[in-house]
């Protein structure tokens, strides 16, 4: 039987989340049965191109100076899935949808759209235009149930079918042992016994790391042995940069920029604490907690679905105070500080590994195509 080719279309393939899971989805597919070929358009963001070759991906770039000029490459789209005789188009983030869902009529091949984030988060024309494309796509899945919802409620005249699949992690590769953990610590020049806090985000306004920050400098305050590591770059960083100045958190805050592999900082992280005024259902959430990392989280998005009280704390967005009083709870109380780390890594390996959320695409393929 002829393998399943499956076409999946991103505006870009930097590091952001839903185009950082993309390479460790389709290494976890089934290569005897599904061929699989990407397409982006911003060729400046590009950092996951080799790790999607490196996968068996045919990946091609339809270059686009902006997300209009993604609307004139229908035609060449069109023509690419015609060409490779692609089965299914599976398109990521609105304005990939918009022209996948245009280019896939004409080509008369199904597409399939996963929603990452809550529509409402978007802006407003590009609600508009998603509004019209959602009547194209086969099916919708949604990354949480908020963002689910949000899209059902936004586009109610749409006969398309919304399914949930959450996001997922390999497991078997974000483990972490105390050997790891304290080797990863040594290597940052961090004491075995001193608590680390760390986040991984794009420095916009989105993750509101002027939040983190205050939690960390209101940490300081009490004294006690903590590093803290922020994790990644973005147009905020001057910012974070004052801040942190501003705030005297030199000698406790680590900025080490993008990471291309997060698995070490992980390892030496504690506590995973997450700001975010809103959020899809983070990646890089679901791999601090296979590791092993306690989540203390705000209530954004998707994430209360993923964090439990038993695994870890989900706090109001504002309320640093809690946030403050839960990590200090952690730092002299480090029975319940394991007793959470093992119950974050089951709770991951139970609800959101990869190879779940996989077998679900694959069903999903195999129903629509009818195989």
């Known amino acids: 039987m002829p393998k399943i080719k499956v076409l999946h279309i991103i505006k870009s393939l930097g590091r952001g989340g839903a185009e950082m899971l993309l390479p460790a989805t389709v290494h976890q597919h089934n290569k005897e049965q599904f061929e699989f070929h990407c397409i982006y358009f911003l060729p400046w963001k590009n950092q996951m191109v080799t790790a999607l ?28 899935i015609r060409t490779h005789r692609i089965d299914l188009v599976h398109a990521h983030l609105p304005w990939a949808g918009i022209v996948a869902a245009r280019a ?19 802006h407003q024309i590009t609600r508009w235009f998603n509004r019209f494309s959602y009547a194209g796509f086969k099916e919708v899945i949604a990354v949480s149930d908020d963002a689910g919802e949000a899209a059902a409620a936004q586009f109610t005249k749409s006969p398309t079918t919304i399914r949930r699949i959450h996001n997922g992690v390999d497991t078997h590769f974000f483990s972490n042992t105390e050997a790891l953990k304290q080797e990863s610590k040594l290597q940052l020049g961090i004491a075995a016994d001193t608590l680390v806090v760390s986040n991984v985000a794009v420095f916009r306004t989105q993750k509101r ?163």
């Open 53 to 80: 070759q490196q996968e068996g991906v045919q990946v091609t770039c339809f270059a686009a100076k902006n997300t209009l000029q993604m609307l004139l490459q229908i035609p060449a789209l069109t023509r690419y």
């Open 104 to 122: 896939g009529a004409r080509a008369k091949v199904p597409v399939v759209y996963t929603e990452h984030n809550n529509v409402n988060r978007y």
């Open 209 to 371: 790391l002027d939040r983190w920050l205050q939690i960390v400098k209101q940490l300081k305050a009490h004294g006690l042995s903590v590093r803290f590591l922020l994790i990644g770059d973005g147009p905020l960083k001057a910012e974070v940069q004052q801040l942190i100045a501003e705030y005297d958190l030199q000698e406790l805050v680590l900025l080490p920029g993008l990471q291309q592999e997060m698995k070490p900082w992980f390892a030496a992280t504690d506590v995973l604490l997450m700001s975010s005024d809103w959020e899809g259902l983070p990646v890089a959430l679901l791999e601090a907690m296979s590791m092993g990392c306690v989540p203390v989280v705000t209530d954004a998005g998707g994430i209360p679905e993923v964090v439990t009280d038993a695994c870890g704390v989900v706090y109001a967005k504002e309320d640093v105070e809690r946030a403050v009083a839960v990590i200090v709870s952690l730092y002299h109380d480090r029975r319940a500080l394991q007793a959470y780390r093992i119950n974050a890594r089951k709770r991951i390996e139970e609800e959101f590994s990869l190879k779940k959320m996989v077998g679900e695409l694959e069903d999903v393929y195999g129903r629509i195509i009818g195989r």
